[in-house]
């Protein structure tokens, strides 16, 4: 198990490095395109979210949510990244809603530190989890060599 330490700064960095955020996001969509058809399905999206388990839980105890809660939360989950409602959400639709939603999270934490656990087999694609290994990075690389002149 593992701990980092994340705040709004934390995850805008991340947002706002292009290149990595859309590397995860791509790599995530991936993963969730069970078919590979290149686009996400009402079903596809769904399973990805129950896997998250936020409906599950209410401070450590599980609870039972009705199914047809449940099918109207997922429903509105849905319709709300399918941005063009074509009943499919694909890279570009998923990407927006990702970074609005980490953007959220940003906005939440604001300057305030939190402490994240990580479970060992909590998977490379987590976006918070990036979002530190990101900021680490930038704490840990070793300064250049210094230069050697000739004169």
């Known amino acids: 198990m593992g701990v980092v330490i994340i705040d709004g700064s ?3 960095d ?13 790599e995530r969509f991936s993963t969730l395109d069970l078919n590979g058809d290149g686009v996400l ?15 599950e839980a209410h401070f450590g105890v599980d ?6 809660q449940l099918t109207q939360l ?25 970074k609005k939603i980490m953007l959220a ?9 939190i402490q994240m656990a990580l479970d060992d087999d ?3 694609q987590n976006f918070l989890k990036k979002a530190a290994d990101l900021e680490a990075s930038k704490t840990t690389t070793p300064p250049p060599p210094p230069s050697t002149s000739t004169s």
Request: hydrophobic content about 35%; glycine content about 6%; aromatic content about 12%.
């Open 14 to 26: 991340f947002v706002g490095d292009e290149a990595l955020f859309n590397k995860s996001v791509e």
């Open 74 to 98: 997922y429903d509105s989950i849905f319709d709300k990244f399918d941005c063009d409602q074509s009943g499919t959400v694909d890279l570009e639709e998923f990407r927006s809603e990702m």
């Open 105 to 113: 999270i940003a906005d939440g934490l604001g300057s305030c530190p």
């Open 41 to 55: 399905s009402r079903y596809e999206l769904r399973k990805a979210f129950e896997t998250f388990r936020l409906l």
């Open 122 to 124: 909590d998977d490379d």
């Open 63 to 68: 609870v039972v949510t009705p199914p047809d």
């Open 10 to 12: 934390t995850v805008r």
